[in-house]
């Protein structure tokens, strides 16, 4: 069905007017006779008489128009969506992202692309990056946001570097370690830990706390003597009133963690990954000024 034709029909039967039809549709009257004299030639039917008393519609006419107005509503919510897809403000977006980064990033970036899209719909997925490649392989997401050091040898994935994240040793303001200048990794291990993930090792162990909700990991190390590996930037409030507190441990100074954006290689990305990646490295830039 050509839907220009069709709107050529439904102008006429608004305005009354060939005329006026052709002028509100941007195209010549004689254009537009011929437009809908092939379509009455066609289907076999006289769309509308036209007299002294101008023109009026048949009752074939009022048949078309009655389901051409619906075809036309249908078409242009379609190219509506279709372009707020391609701006990325439209359509289904799922992703996955770490534990750290989830309470970090993950709160800018939904309220940031929400506002900027709010016809999207946005799906997250929080695990570790390593146990996010099943879901990424089976296309239950599109792009993982997370640390690199997990996935850098995985194939037919490509990784995007989007800058670094600082790790501390960090424990309650009243914990035994936080008044001392420095901290022994003896010392340390004499402590229960707070992590998100279970480490394997072949050294014996005080014990462990482990949760992938980093907000849940804070309040248990502020109850507690558990000491904790994470970022400042998610505890700088905690860190500005001495209820939180860095360690410094000999020989176990923390590197920046490298956060990163990994999708399938060779895909093409979709208009709101592209967004949400952008989103991303904004955020991690705002936190990299804050690091100094």
């Not at 009655?66 to 242009?76: G, K």
């Not at 904790?228 to 700088?236: E, G, H, L, S, Y």
Request: glycine share 8%; charged share 20%.
């Amino acid at each position: 069905m050509d839907l220009t034709r069709l709107r050529h029909i439904v102008a006429v039967a608004d305005t009354l007017s060939f005329s006026r039809a052709a002028e509100q549709q941007n195209i010549t009257q004689p254009a537009l006779s011929r437009s809908i004299a092939a379509f009455e030639s066609r289907h076999g039917l006289k769309l509308f008489d036209r007299g002294r008393g101008g023109v009026t519609i048949t009752p074939a006419g009022q048949f078309v128009v009655e389901r051409a107005r619906p075809m036309l509503r249908a078409s242009d919510e379609f190219t509506r969506n279709v372009r707020l897809y391609s701006e990325g403000a439209a359509g289904r977006f799922a992703f996955g992202i770490g534990p750290l980064l989830a309470s970090v990033l993950l709160p800018q970036l939904g309220s940031r692309l929400l506002t900027a899209s709010p016809h999207l719909e946005v799906a997250t997925l929080v695990k570790s990056p390593g146990d996010l490649l099943a879901n990424l392989f089976e296309d239950a997401i599109e792009m993982i946001i997370g640390n690199s050091w997990q996935l850098s040898d995985h194939p037919g994935i490509m990784i995007e570097d989007i800058g670094p994240l600082d790790l501390e040793h960090v424990v309650r303001g009243g914990h035994p370690l936080a008044r001392l200048d420095k901290v022994t990794p003896e010392q340390l291990a004499a402590y229960p830990a707070a992590r998100p993930v279970r480490y394997t090792s072949g050294s014996a162990e005080p014990g462990a706390f482990i949760c992938d909700n980093f907000h849940v990991l804070r309040e248990t190390v502020l109850a507690s003597d558990c000491t904790w590996i994470t970022t400042p930037a998610f505890v700088r409030d905690n860190l500005a009133d001495g209820s939180l507190k860095v360690l410094d441990v000999e020989g176990l100074a923390m590197g920046p963690s490298r956060i990163c954006i990994v999708t399938l290689a060779g895909r093409t990305r979709s208009p709101a990954a592209n967004m949400i990646a952008d989103l991303a490295r904004q955020a991690m830039a705002d936190i990299a000024m804050q690091q100094g």
